[in-house]
């Protein structure tokens, strides 16, 4: 018997950054957005003109990040807080763990098979800019 793991392809993970980038111009604002595969390895990125430069790590951890939990980088950081259950964790994993919003984790038949994470606006921008390419990769499975 042979076990596969279900994971994002490469063109599923350059639709995903598509569709980012398409919010990202409406709401005119240059990001960052990277998506990792099921074992949280980096599969696409893009850094879109006038993006910062420091939101390129950010982005591609935030992914990291929201794979390795399974759970969105913002909830991570409400449970990260003095006297939370997670509370230090953003120091596991050398450093790579991001505590605020765009790292989403991708579902395929309610499995995860990678993350999108965002960087590059305010957490707002940056979590619906997420958002756009999570529910556009799971409203097209």
């Not at 111009?25 to 595969?37: E, G, T, Y």
């Not at 605020?100 to 038949?109: A, E, S, T, V």
């Not at 965002?118 to 957490?123: A, F, I, N, R």
């Amino acid at each position: 018997m042979t076990n596969s793991i279900e994971t994002i392809s490469l063109a599923e993970a350059r639709a995903v950054i598509d569709i980012c980038e398409r919010k990202a111009l409406d709401i005119k604002q240059p990001m960052n957005v990277a998506v990792v595969d099921a074992g949280g390895n980096l599969v696409a990125h893009i850094r879109m003109d006038d993006a910062w430069l420091g939101s390129i790590d950010i982005s591609i951890n935030k992914a990291f990040t929201a794979r390795c939990f399974d759970i969105t980088t913002e909830a991570l950081g409400k449970e990260s807080q003095p006297g939370k259950q997670f509370y230090g964790i953003h120091a596991s994993n050398h450093g790579r763990i991001m505590l605020f919003g765009g790292g989403l984790p991708l579902l395929k038949d309610g499995k995860v098979v990678g993350a999108v994470g965002v960087s590059g606006g305010s957490g707002e921008q940056d979590c619906s800019v997420a958002e756009a390419g999570k529910k556009f990769f799971e409203n097209t499975r």
